[in-house]
T-cell receptor, first 114, second 115 residues
């Protein structure tokens, strides 16, 4: 049963610290998405990769957030420095890249910045 | 741009009641439509989808029909169970050549089923 995995599942950190979240997409999927979920904003798309290349990161605060895919089996989302307003659940999803693809979501990383 | 509007929750029902969650969308062309479900403490899971007008998606007793004339994709279930308590998200995906596939979500509808 192929699944998207995310680590860590929970992270508590202090303001100003660096946070790195990791995602392993489903093997064979060539698109990866990062979403943020908060009560106020709902689900927001932060970044989108296809074949490891960033296709759209317009939803991401550029000054402190960065997203990369070092290889096809790993995607990372980094926040440096973190702020309390970054507290949210961050989801990674992967897809097959077809025009009507289904996105498969990971369990999320719940981040709390104190 | 694309948008998805769904009814606000929470929706509170008794077990075996009929559930409807309304969803309407705005998009150019012919998007694919999805319903995702999020159980407490978990990520989103695909519940069902439809890729063209008049298609009906179905899964686990849930159904939704792609209505292009009313730009709607309402979710229904004839007899809900306590285990259906979750947040339901309507979404559409549209391929944009320069920017790839973008999934647009509605705000989510929380459903609570009481025994």
């Amino acid at each position: 049963d192929a699944r998207v995995t995310q680590t860590p599942r929970h992270k508590v950190t202090e303001m100003g610290q660096e946070v790195t979240m990791r995602c392993q997409p489903i093997l064979g999927h060539n698109t990866v998405f990062w979403y943020r979920q908060t009560m106020m904003q709902g689900l927001e798309l932060l970044a989108y990769f296809r074949n490891r290349a960033p296709l759209d990161d317009s939803g991401m605060p550029k000054d402190r957030f960065s997203a990369e895919m070092p290889d096809a089996t790993l995607a990372t989302l980094k926040i440096q420095p973190s702020e309390p307003r970054d507290s949210a659940v961050y989801f990674c999803a992967s897809g097959s890249g077809t025009s009507q693809e289904t996105q498969y979501f990971g369990p999320g990383t719940r981040l709390l910045v104190l | 741009g694309n948008s998805v509007t769904q009814m606000e929750g929470p929706v509170t029902l008794s077990e075996e009641a009929f559930l409807t969650i309304n969803c309407t969308y705005t998009a150019t062309g012919y998007p694919s439509l999805f319903w995702y479900v999020q159980y407490p403490g978990e990520g989103l899971q695909l519940l069902l989808k439809a890729t063209k007008a008049d298609d009906k998606g179905s899964n686990k007793g849930f159904e939704a029909t792609y209505r292009k004339e009313t730009t709607s994709f309402h979710l229904e279930k004839g007899s809900v169970q306590v285990s259906d308590s979750a947040v339901y998200f309507c979404a559409l995906i549209q391929q944009i050549k320069a920017a790839g596939n973008k999934l647009t979500f509605g705000g989510g509808t929380r459903v609570l089923v009481k025994p």
